[in-house]
């Protein structure tokens, strides 16, 4: 049973616009959620974080967005640049344990 | 920022034989490790935790006499692939927990075993 999920396998966006990456979770305990990038061959590295006290983080060109009521997160990149074209996985834990659920990925493309 | 290393990055084997995957927490303690598997166009599975000191605690469906795993040192965690098989081809990757924030976690690079 997938407790993350990522609906949108793909996303294409002209570069400077925003990209917008979404993440829906069902388990109502995780309480900190990340958003990690991998480019193709490499692990992912992590990129932002949030946690349930807070509805909003940002840092940089990224911003995370929860709204807990509907169970959702999403990540905002702007401007994109053609250096952000790679795959995004969200993902979410319950404060109790290390264990991070992942969601299916959103491969992103910046086009130039 | 901490990191965590894999070796190989990459390894072809014949089918039948056993694979040895390293992770390593180069600047940094990890009394707990976790191995991922990463499916083609799907999520990273999460296999097992990795205890140092005691045994490994195993997700549900994922065979622990195949996939051995041994935390022998604060620093060190292996996944052995037991008898792989082509369907064992996959990339692997272990992650470990920063010790100062335990919710963000440092990926290894990855490996990539491809089964003959």
């Known amino acids: 049973d997938q407790q993350v999920k990522q609906n949108s396998p793909s996303l294409s966006v002209q570069e400077g616009r925003i990209s917008i990456l979404n993440c829906d979770y069902t388990?109502?305990?995780?309480?900190?959620f990340l958003w990690y990038k991998k480019y193709p061959a490499e692990g992912p590295t992590f990129l932002i974080s949030i946690s349930s006290i807070k509805d909003k983080n940002e840092d940089g060109r990224f911003t995370v967005f929860l709204n807990k009521s509907a169970k959702h997160l999403s990540l905002h990149i702007v401007p994109s640049q053609p250096g952000d074209s790679a795959v995004y996985f969200c993902?979410?834990?319950?404060?109790?344990?290390?264990?991070?659920?992942f969601g299916t990925g959103t491969s992103l493309t910046v086009i130039p | 920022g901490a990191v965590v290393s894999q070796h190989p990055s990459r390894v072809i084997c014949k089918s039948g034989t056993s694979v040895k995957i390293e992770c390593r927490s180069l600047d940094f303690q990890a009394t707990t490790m976790f191995w991922y598997r990463q499916f083609p166009k799907k999520s990273l599975m999460l296999m097992a935790t990795s205890n140092e000191g005691s045994k490994a605690t195993y997700e549900q469906g994922v065979e622990k006499d195949k996939f051995l795993i041994n935390h022998a040192s604060l620093t060190l965690s292996t996944l052995t692939v037991t008898s792989a098989h082509p369907e064992d081809s996959s990339f692997y990757i272990c992650?470990?927990?920063?010790?100062?924030?335990?919710?963000?976690?440092?990926f290894g690079p990855g490996t990539r075993l491809t089964v003959l």
């Open positions: 992650s470990a927990p920063e010790p100062s924030d335990y919710n963000e976690q440092f």
């Open positions: 993902a979410a834990s319950e404060s109790t344990g290390n264990q991070f659920y």
């Open positions: 388990n109502s305990m995780f309480d900190y």
